[in-house]
């Protein structure tokens, strides 16, 4: 009877490691995580909050290039090229990635543009 009731008591409740059985977080892959620089997080956030994601993508190319394509267009980019760049951002144009006109974003300060610049340098693989 004793053998009966603790394979019974076994049964209900899990009868084993019940440790093994949990679910442990995911713990993020440091590729999945956004880098801890100030002007990288005030760059992503710019971008969310304007009309940027319309026409570009982090990894692919949707109307215009993506952030990544550009990352590696201007790798290394000077200041000079970082202040020309964000002009672009501010007063649209076409050309540099085709006939696609980038539309202009003339309520943007030179400041917001020229992080979110960075912000999209620092996406280079």
Request: hydrophobic share 40%; proline share 7%; net charge neutral.
């Given at each position: 009877?004793?053998p009966?009731?603790?394979?019974t ?6 009868g084993g490691?019940?440790a093994?059985k949990?679910?442990?977080p995911v713990?993020p892959?440091p590729?999945a995580?956004a880098?801890?620089?100030?002007a990288?997080?005030a760059?992503l ?8 994601l319309?026409c ?5 190319k ?9 990352a590696?267009?201007y ?5 000079e ?5 964000a ?10 990635w085709?006939t ?7 309520s943007l300060s ?5 992080t979110m610049v960075k912000y999209i340098?620092?996406?280079?693989k």
């Amino acid at each position: 009877m004793i053998p009966l009731m603790a394979m019974t008591f076994l049964i209900s409740c899990g009868g084993g490691d019940t440790a093994s059985k949990e679910k442990k977080p995911v713990e993020p892959t440091p590729a999945a995580e956004a880098p801890k620089d100030p002007a990288y997080e005030a760059g992503l956030a710019l971008v969310a909050k304007n009309d940027c994601l319309t026409c570009h993508k982090v990894d692919e190319k949707l109307v215009g290039p993506s952030y990544r394509e550009v990352a590696e267009k201007y790798a290394g980019a000077t200041p000079e090229k970082i202040t020309e760049v964000a002009g672009k951002i501010i007063k649209g144009g076409s050309g540099v990635w085709g006939t696609v006109m980038m539309t202009p974003h003339a309520s943007l300060s030179q400041e917001d543009a020229e992080t979110m610049v960075k912000y999209i340098l620092a996406l280079k693989k």
